[in-house]
């Protein structure tokens, strides 16, 4: 076995409310409810090539201060993904990181090409898309 490299990998994210969390990835994001898959206080959401997103409610566990799920968007496609995404009501996050170089520039930060935007969840969970 050469490590897991060839299983598919799911982001499980905690939620507050999961019906509330539900309602912000499939109206928000776009994303599908596997219903299949989906039961026993979970919630499991189809993403783009085969990767999912597993929802679970967790209430009174704090959100993470880090970014818990990264969305990888084509470079041509970054500006009209974040257009769509603030067309949904989704409100970008402002950072200014000087020790690492970070500082966001209405709600989108330019590092050495890559361009990245984070916001946040309705549970507080930290998102983002980046150009790769």
């Known amino acids: 076995m050469a490590g897991l490299s060839s299983y598919p990998a799911v982001a499980v994210l905690r939620a507050e409310n999961l019906d509330r969390a539900t309602k912000f990835y499939t109206d928000k994001l776009g994303y599908t409810e596997d219903m299949s898959q989906s039961g026993n206080g979970v919630v499991i959401l189809s993403a783009g090539m085969g990767s999912q997103i597993s929802l679970y409610e967790r209430p009174g566990m704090p959100a993470p201060a880090n970014t818990t799920l990264a969305i990888p968007v084509p470079p ?12 949904r ?16 520039v209405n709600g989108v930060a330019e590092m050495g090409g890559t361009k990245t935007a984070w916001f946040k969840d309705t549970e507080g969970n ?3 898309i980046v150009s790769m």
């Open 76 to 87: 041509g496609e970054f500006d009209a993904a974040a257009a769509d995404l603030r067309s």
């Open 89 to 104: 009501g989704i409100a970008f996050e402002d950072y200014d990181i000087p020790e690492m170089g970070l500082k966001t």
């Open 126 to 128: 930290i998102l983002n």
